[in-house]
């Protein structure tokens, strides 16, 4: 009788193992299914991280996902996380943060993006490997931070969001003080894969301009004693277009192949030379005014209020500052630096790192240390 009451309870317990063992692989297929959403389709962009059930405001299960690109590198982590915050606190749309970052990024990224504040973002975190860029670039120690991987991220859109018709992309220094949905919808005209805000007619390039020269035409970023750029027939004076922010068409991106047109232009550039010696700006920045010359949208300029970092003087006015949907701390003096400009603006949205790695570099912050 004993005996029988073992057989019994062995087993009950297999039978209880069984499920649990069942129980575990089945949460771990769901785990993968919930991470691997995509196929990155190229080696290099691999999706590392992914929380789509995040709390978020009320959202109409109907409304159109909004995927907002940006960079992340460690150097300028809290640039990134306060953008984010700009974003979510300032729509109630349905955005969803595709974040670009090194592998060996992914973790303080994923630590601070555990902040109370942070958790009703809903967010993808997307390894990008620099061996992409390998024949693409040529090494200048001069052009220093333009010359890190993820500042090419952008031209890999359609990879990063390979489910989407359509995307925002925006570089780590800025703030966004307007719905990110009226960026969304800026209208691009058919045959548009991209819209940028143009440097010559933007509110914020006619506050700065005078005294610029050519700083803000074609010429500054490209070299036009180069008989490949000549071929072109692209006007020298024709007004350049900044890169930090705009909205993507991706199934025209795709159409046109327009990263394998980019990618061509930086071979080219490996081999030719084709940028300027005096380059205005980022090395991202040539390719994309190639593939884009007269073909390209433009978004309302207030969302690409920019310049806040060319100076540590204080360019614009409260009210400009205020009105402006996006700031962008574009240049050398970055909000989270000793001599920005607009820091208080900045501020608002950021927040410290949990980790304690990432810290605010501050005039008054030396003073006290001197004491």
Not at 13 to 25: E, M, S
Not at 78 to 106: D, K, P
Not at 210 to 221: D, H, K, S, T, V
Request: glycine share 6%; aromatic share 10%; charged share 20%.
């Amino acid at each position: 009788m004993s005996f029988r009451r073992v057989n019994i309870i062995i087993l009950v317990l297999a039978v209880a193992l069984f499920l649990l063992v069942l129980h575990h692989n089945l949460l771990g297929l769901s785990s993968l299914l919930r991470n691997e959403i995509t196929d990155s389709g190229i080696v290099g962009l691999q999706p590392i991280d992914f929380v789509p059930n995040a709390l978020r405001h009320a959202i109409d299960g109907r409304e159109e996902e909004i995927p907002v690109v940006i960079a992340a590198s460690e150097d300028r982590l809290g640039g990134a996380i306060a953008a984010i915050n700009s974003i979510q606190h300032n729509t109630r749309s349905n955005v969803i943060f595709y974040l670009v970052t090194l592998n060996n990024t992914a973790d303080h990224l994923r630590s601070w993006l555990n902040s109370d504040s942070l958790k009703s973002i809903r967010y993808k975190i997307v390894n990008f490997d620099p061996k992409l860029l390998e024949g693409k670039l040529k090494e200048d120690p001069d052009e220093g931070e333009s010359m890190k991987p993820l500042t090419f991220a952008r031209f890999y859109l359609p990879i990063l969001v390979p489910s989407a018709k359509k995307a925002i992309y925006m570089d780590d220094d800025v703030i966004v003080q307007g719905d990110i949905l009226a960026l969304y919808n800026t209208p691009l005209k058919p045959g548009h894969a991209a819209a940028f805000s143009e440097d010559c007619d933007s509110a914020s390039t006619k506050v700065i301009i005078r005294g610029a020269g050519n700083q803000y035409n074609y010429i500054g970023y490209l070299d036009y004693k180069k008989e490949r750029i000549r071929k072109l027939s692209m006007k020298a004076s024709t007004c350049s277009f900044n890169p930090g922010v705009f909205v993507a068409n991706l199934t025209e991106w795709k159409r046109q192949n327009i990263t394998n047109q980019l990618e061509k232009w930086m071979k080219l550039n490996v081999e030719e030379g084709l940028y300027s010696r005096t380059l205005a700006g980022s090395i991202t920045t040539p390719p994309l005014l190639i593939v884009f010359y007269q073909q390209h949208s433009t978004i309302d300029p207030m969302w690409n209020v920019r310049h806040l970092g060319s100076s540590a003087g204080k360019r614009y006015s409260p009210q400009f500052v205020k009105a402006a949907k996006l700031l962008h701390w574009n240049g050398h003096f970055k909000p989270w630096g000793r001599t920005a400009s607009y820091t208080d603006v900045w501020e608002k949205w950021y927040i410290p790192d949990p980790t304690g790695k990432f810290n605010l570099i501050r005039r008054y912050t030396e003073i006290s240390n001197i004491k």
